[in-house]
């Protein structure tokens, strides 16, 4: 196999941003090297002052395939991913028909998968009221772990869980040693708010905000947080929008409890105040809230309470959003987000004076480590994939159409001027990506766990 060398002047490693040759031998990376020890038989390419990152990995993507193929599906998320600098993706269990919550779905998620992918891909399985002699087959089946709602999910097909339904399943889940991710919201308070803005004007946000207190998180994660100490699962709050909530995650975490959570770039970039009447673009559970919780969340991504940004890429047929309506009670509610989602965090990281290592750990590292693939992939390290992404953090675009990739040229952040442009991106030493083109045939595969 040839030795190949890819050079920058900011190669991204977990030992902080250098002046590297990142040797790359079929599909590994077989060393990181001081760019003036690149041995001689290798094919260097020298990408200057373009950044190096480990190809990132979105632990939190709803593909809709097979069966809702129409709303996204495998070629089209994975394609968007590459282009977003993503080298991996994890699949949540629902929107998907049937949802992943038996064997059998699983097998038909592979069979939709194959030969589509242009980057890796891997599965989370769902935990709903009656599945709970699915998780063991469905962990030894190689799922990187299981997702549930403790709140209606909005679709059809998959069940939300009761704490009492939650209570059959955790110890089946604490077995398998995989974590548990929690769409972290109780229906109590929503009904309560809801049933008072009956009357309300829905096409107005702060109606739809108000609908879903931070209440709702707080309580959900309170009894997360009890439930983990005493079944002692691996505990992941996916999407925390509340950061209300972060001292109470924070104490959990010197207590030794195994919680691990995630936010998303919209929450860490859109504000409340300025999401325009009739604007269901913005619709997301939990909801986007106000400029000061979205800075408090900033803070708990720089204390790491916060662990990772996932974009929770939830696409929908446009008409689905109801644009005409602009009705915030019956839109549906989800963001994509997998092609802006590193220059919407490389934005916001620049104001406030992170550094790409940062970005590094946030998008891929922790992810990879969630996920259970932290030995080959998100990180740039010997015997690592070779997944890699070339990547200008300083330069700016505006948002267009043709930029996004998914099956909906739909986003909030379109006509937006984001900074940091994905140049390539690199699957196990292949480019998958290139300046808006998508060289090769689709070559990304299942990772199991
Ligand atoms: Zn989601």
Same mark, same amino acid.
Request: aromatic share 8%; charged share 25%.
């Given at each position: ?392 953090? @300083? ?41 808006? @083109? ?12």
């Amino acid at each position: 196999m040839s030795l190949r060398a890819f050079l920058s002047s900011r190669v991204v490693t977990p030992e902080g941003v250098r002046p590297a040759a990142v040797l790359v031998e079929g599909e590994q990376i077989r060393g990181v090297v001081a760019p003036n020890r690149v041995p001689a038989q290798a094919e260097a390419r020298d990408f200057g002052d373009a950044a190096i990152l480990p190809g990132l990995v979105d632990s939190h993507v709803h593909i809709n395939d097979p069966g809702r193929a129409d709303w996204e599906g495998f070629e089209t998320a994975t394609r968007s991913g590459a282009a977003g600098g993503y080298t991996a993706l994890v699949d949540m269990p629902l929107n998907c028909l049937p949802p992943t919550i038996n064997l059998a779905a699983l097998e038909a998620k592979r069979e939709a998968a194959r030969s589509r992918c242009r980057i890796d891909w891997m599965a989370w399985g769902g935990v709903v009221a009656d599945n709970q002699s699915d998780i063991e087959p469905l962990a030894a089946a190689g799922v990187s772990g299981f997702k549930c709602f403790l709140v209606h999910p909005g679709i059809a097909g998959f069940t939300m869980v009761t704490e009492e339904e939650l209570r059959r399943a955790l110890p089946h889940i604490a077995r398998t040693g995989l974590p548990l991710l929690v769409h972290a919201e109780l229906p109590a308070p929503i009904e309560l708010a809801t049933e008072r803005l009956a009357l309300a004007d829905w096409s107005v946000y702060q109606t739809y905000l108000q609908s879903r207190p931070e209440e709702a998180e707080l309580s959900a994660i309170r009894m997360l947080l009890s439930l983990c100490r005493e079944y002692k699962f691996r505990l992941h709050i996916v999407h925390l929008s509340a950061s209300d909530a972060l001292p109470e995650l924070r104490a959990a975490r010197s207590e030794g409890l195994a919680v691990t959570v995630e936010t998303c770039p919209h929450y860490l970039h859109l504000t409340a105040e300025t999401i325009a009447k009739g604007a269901t673009l913005f619709k997301c559970a939990p909801p986007i809230r106000s400029m000061e919780n979205c800075e408090r969340l900033w803070e708990g991504l720089r204390e790491g309470t916060i662990d990772l940004v996932a974009t929770d890429h939830s696409p929908c047929p446009p008409e689905m959003k109801r644009f005409a309506e602009g009705d915030f009670r019956s839109a549906w509610g989800g963001i994509a987000g997998l092609s802006m989602a590193l220059p919407v965090i490389n934005t916001e990281a620049g104001k406030r004076q992170f550094a790409l290592a940062y970005i590094a750990r946030w998008m891929a590292e922790a992810p990879a480590k969630l996920a259970g693939c932290e030995k080959r992939k998100g990180r740039i390290a010997t015997g690592y994939d070779a997944d890699l992404v070339v990547f200008d953090p @300083e330069s700016e675009f505006v948002v267009s159409a043709d930029r996004l990739h998914y099956r909906h040229a739909v986003s909030p952040y379109l006509g937006e001027k984001l900074r940091g442009i994905v140049k390539s991106t690199y699957l196990r030493g292949r480019l998958v990506f290139q300046e808006g @083109e998508f060289p090769g045939e689709p070559l990304g595969r299942e990772y199991r766990r």
